[in-house]
């Protein structure tokens, strides 16, 4: 299922339904079945996700994420097609790098690959090894990056931050390894407890993602119902 259909259905779910309705279990619950293909071993876990994430072990955590299987499952990547359409407009000039954390199959390093062939593309991502066809691929943590400082003039992240436990250790990394950009993209969503995606973090405005950040000189622009952030760093 693509994102345009998936944020339709987020928008009726989350501004168009009373709260008290939109985040009741017996109401969510078939929406989760649905999601989630019928697996009611591992709904009570999806459902519950906000409380039980931080009591996880951090290898209980991944695993979680190892044996998802959803609707959105084989979608070839979670942004949308406006996002980096923008984005691909708002890379800095001057870079000649570009790392992209959890970067998954890889298709926002295609994208950068045709449009910025001067740029050099590394992917960053848990697993132990992805194929990518335009870009140098090194397995890490957005916890603990495996780079040096300014390692890369820009540094990407996207679809990541809303699922993370430790986000301030996560950010300060991204800050720490880029030299001159920082371009994250998040969902523009509201808390609610029950939220099929396992989001732990919400953006519902700017202004809290931009705290979240603190890259003092910054873009933070509504496209197609996410936020996609472009700071800029004096390094």
């Known amino acids: ?19 008290v309705l939109r985040d009741a279990r017996w109401f969510m619950y078939p929406f989760f079945y649905i999601w989630y293909k019928g697996n009611t071993k591992q709904i009570k876990v999806y459902m519950d996700f906000k409380d039980l994430a931080y009591d996880m072990t951090e290898a209980e ?23 980096i359409k923008y984005m691909l407009t708002m890379l800095d000039p001057t870079a000649t790098s570009l790392m992209d954390v959890g970067c998954g199959n890889g298709y926002w390093l295609g ?3 045709e449009q910025h062939k001067h740029l050099k593309l590394t992917g960053c991502d848990l697993y132990d090894n992805v194929p990518l066809k335009n870009a140098d691929y090194v397995k890490g943590s957005i916890y603990k990056l495996p780079f040096a400082d300014n390692a890369f003039d820009i540094v990407s992240c996207h679809h990541t931050i809303e699922h993370l436990r430790e986000l301030p250790d996560a950010i300060s990394e991204l800050k720490r390894v880029a030299k001159k950009q920082l371009v994250i993209v998040t969902p523009r969503q509201r808390y609610y407890y029950y939220t099929m995606d396992m989001h732990l973090n919400f953006y519902p405005i700017a202004s809290y993602l ?17 936020w996609v952030y472009l700071g800029k760093l004096n390094k």
């Not at 345009?4 to 779910?13: D, E, K, P």
């Not at 955590?61 to 996002?83: I, K």
């Not at 931009?210 to 996410?226: L, R, S, T, W």
């Open 1 to 19: 299922m693509n994102r345009s259909v998936t944020n339709a259905i987020r928008y009726v779910l989350d501004e168009l339904l009373p709260p």
């Open 61 to 83: 955590f991944t695993e979680v994420y190892r044996n998802l299987d959803c609707m959105a499952r084989d979608r070839p990547t979670d942004l949308n097609m406006p996002s």
């Open 111 to 113: 994208c950068v690959a």
């Open 210 to 226: 931009q705290k979240a950040i603190q890259v003092k000189d910054n873009i933070c622009k509504d496209i197609q119902g996410d």
